[in-house]
């Protein structure tokens, strides 16, 4: 298959990265990519739709994977994968002699191990330069769920119009479901047996890198996960904390003990951010070194410098992203070409390990089986948003009152970085805007 034919079916069928920032897939699709990366590293805390779906779908998933490959002329395919998903090796391992060029790596037991940067560098040993793209070193990474809905596409004929979602924590049953975009939050947390708490808080996507959200929030092609905790719960309490706040909390006490530096993984692997040197530069409003503030490009938001690293319960990441953000306002972008150290060499031994982690975070009790419902579940009306990845929304192209189907196209992809969205239910269009269309079900 031509990478444009490919690209297309890509785009045509609204498949994006089925996490993180939703960059469109078929943009991914480039011949200057010798190793393509199938990302099953489950990066985050109490996470497991991936490594679910793989094991279901061995077969379908790394046929697809393999035809990816073809289409751009990678030399190899590698299947990243931590070692503790034996039941998913076993299913891989009993295919893998029918693709020649697909091998497995595997991965410690260790946040952030599905990091693109980090991912890449322990499966190739290639450092991805800072601000840089991984195609740039010749490498792109897909994760599980992407891959599959591309097998979907291809041999189904069917569009993005559902999503897999763990459900975990403070629910009478924890599960992986498989629902239709647009549904609500809360309608997810009931297919999990509803909350076994008063006043629940959702944490929607990781723990680490996740977001509290609102039960009427609605799932996109991006939602990963719900985690419903207390409200009294650490990770509810750093993440309702302000910016100002913690930047006067940095000044009275961050002793410069350097402990967010030595365990950042991207300063493990030479990439120039040193949140320590940031946190004296804020705090005292020193701009001597305004590289300092620039470097904060490189910082990949894990969490780890302020969710484990500071044992005074600073954060370095919290105040970084606002220095980033306040950076791009001011139209700079991060900086190219920067010479890069050798990897450090104490990287090995300042790895940070998921049952540790979760200790530290009070998550151990729940990290408890969410078995995977991999049936669509009906449901009577979904909202679904316009923008649900990186680049352009996609144009609207159906009216209020219009009657649609299921995979029906309701907006076209945008001019420049866009795809296609389908509906995700059969039904009536009750509002349709620049923002979302909202359907409710055929009676």
């Known amino acids: 298959m031509e990478i444009k034919e490919l690209s297309n079916i890509l785009q045509q069928n609204g498949v994006v990265g089925a996490g993180g920032a939703g960059f469109p897939t078929y943009a991914k699709l480039d011949e200057r990519a ?3 990366i199938l990302n099953c590293a489950e990066c985050e805390p109490l ?14 998933i790394m046929s697809t994977f393999q035809l990816v490959a073809q ?3 990678a030399k190899e395919a590698i299947i990243g994968i931590k070692k503790a998903y034996t039941k998913t090796i076993d299913a891989l391992n009993s295919h893998i002699d029918q693709f020649p060029r697909m091998r497995i790596g595997l991965l410690d037991e260790v946040y952030p191990a599905g990091d693109e940067v980090v991912l890449i560098y322990e499966v190739t040993k290639k450092v991805v330069q800072p601000g840089g793209l991984p195609i740039e070193s010749g490498v792109a990474v897909f994760n599980v769920e992407t891959i599959y809905n591309l097998y979907c596409a291809l041999n189904e004929n069917k569009p993005v119009v559902d999503k897999l979602v763990s459900v975990v924590a403070e629910v009478n049953n924890p599960v992986t479901v498989r629902v239709p975009i647009g549904v609500t939050i809360e309608e997810v947390v009931a297919l999990a047996g509803g909350s076994t708490i008063e006043e629940p808080v959702y944490f929607i996507g990781g723990p680490m890198m996740g977001f509290i959200g609102s039960g009427q929030d609605v799932v996109t092609k991006t939602t990963n996960a719900v985690l419903v905790l207390p409200k009294n719960h650490l990770l509810v309490q750093r993440k309702k904390s302000s910016a100002k706040i913690e930047l006067a909390r940095a000044a009275a006490s961050c002793c410069q003990c350097s ?8 300063f493990a692997l030479g990439h120039p951010i040193m949140p320590h040197l940031f946190m ?7 701009v ?8 904060t490009f490189f910082c990949c938001s894990c969490g780890l410098c302020e969710l484990y690293s500071c044992f005074q319960g600073l954060s370095p990441r919290t105040l970084m992203a606002e220095y980033k953000n ?13 010479e890069i150290p050798p990897v450090q060499p104490s990287r090995e031994y300042r790895k940070v390990s998921m049952e540790r982690l979760m200790s530290r975070l009070d998550l151990t009790r729940y990290n408890k089986k969410a078995p995977l419902l991999d049936k669509t579940v009906d449901m009577k009306r979904v909202k679904i948003m316009l923008r649900q990845h990186i680049g352009a929304p996609a144009k609207l192209a159906v009216s209020t009152g219009d009657m649609v189907t299921k995979g029906q196209v309701i907006a076209t992809p945008a001019n420049g970085l866009s795809v296609a969205i389908h509906a995700s239910i059969s039904g009536k269009v009750i509002e349709a805007n620049n923002n979302f269309v909202m359907i409710d079900a055929k009676n």
């Not at 996470?47 to 379908?60: M, N, V």
């Not at 402990?259 to 991207?266: A, G, H």
């Not at 004296?280 to 020193?286: E, I, M, N």
């Open 259 to 266: 402990m967010c530096t030595d365990l950042c993984p991207r």
């Open 71 to 73: 289409t751009v002329g």
């Open 288 to 295: 001597q070194q305004p590289n300092i503030f620039i470097n």
């Open 326 to 338: 306040g950076l791009r306002e001011a139209g700079l972008k991060p900086p190219k070409g920067i």
């Open 47 to 60: 996470l497991k739709l991936h490594r679910q779906l793989l094991e279901k779908y061995a077969y379908e």
């Open 280 to 286: 004296r530069a804020a705090t005292c409003k020193d």
């Open 34 to 36: 010798e190793t393509i």
